[in-house]
T-cell receptor, first 112, second 113 residues
């Protein structure tokens, strides 16, 4: 099975500042997809951003960007200008061999 | 369009009873996944369907767990002789084939007393 590592179980960030959530993975395949999901306290899983393993440009979606370093097998999520509504669990996921593998998540708290 | 629908949203059952959890994916999505999430934890993969077939059942915790999908659409996850350790939120997700985002339902919160 693929191993997805999110080393930060919890993080705090001041409102309006940027924050980086770490994710590393260990797939041996060359073709895979990287995803980030947000899970607020309500429990729903919300898709944020996607990066293909062959994409040369880092993906961006509004305030979200993905810092993709293929050689390091790293796919960190950067949230710019944090908002109180960004407080949630964040999960990194890798799509590989027809399956999605999820990390253990990082709980982000945005302080006013 | 409608999203992924799961029912019931909450289920309380007595230890030893059987339960059925239902997932209605987004129309046209051929891939369907079941995950389990315990309180404050990550997502535990249970089973994956491509159409009606389940190429990967490796995550089912025991033979008390089974799942089927009919008509390439609705899926049912069945847990027989429930145990207290089965208490969790069961999440269903669907996607188009290949590398496309998973769309999740709101989950079924199962409590075994």
């Amino acid at each position: 099975a693929q191993k997805i590592t999110q080393t930060q179980p919890g993080m705090f960030v001041q409102e309006k500042e940027a924050v980086t959530l770490d994710c590393t993975y260990d797939t041996s395949d060359q073709s895979y997809g990287l995803f980030w999901y947000k899970q607020p306290s309500s429990g729903e899983m919300i898709f944020l951003i996607y990066q293909g393993s062959y994409d040369e440009q880092n993906a961006t979606e509004g305030r979200y960007s993905l810092n993709f370093q293929k050689a390091r097998k790293s796919a960190n999520l950067v949230i710019s200008a944090s908002q109180l509504g960004d407080s949630a669990m964040y999960f990194c996921a890798v799509y590989n061999f027809n399956k999605f593998y999820f990390g253990s998540g990082t709980k982000l708290n945005v302080k006013p | 369009g409608a999203g992924v629908s799961q029912s019931p949203s909450n289920k309380v059952t007595e230890k030893g009873k059987d339960v059925e959890l239902r997932c209605d994916p987004i129309s046209g999505h051929t891939a369907l996944y079941w995950y389990r999430q315990s309180l404050g934890q990550g997502l535990e993969f249970l089973i994956y369907f491509q159409g009606n077939s389940a190429p990967d059942k490796s995550g089912l915790p025991s033979d008390r767990f089974s799942a089927e999908r009919t008509g390439g659409s609705v899926s049912t996850l069945t847990i027989q002789r429930t145990q207290q350790e089965d208490s969790a939120v069961y999440l269903c997700a669907s996607s188009f084939t290949g590398v496309s985002p998973l769309h999740f339902g709101n989950g079924t919160r199962l409590t075994v007393t």
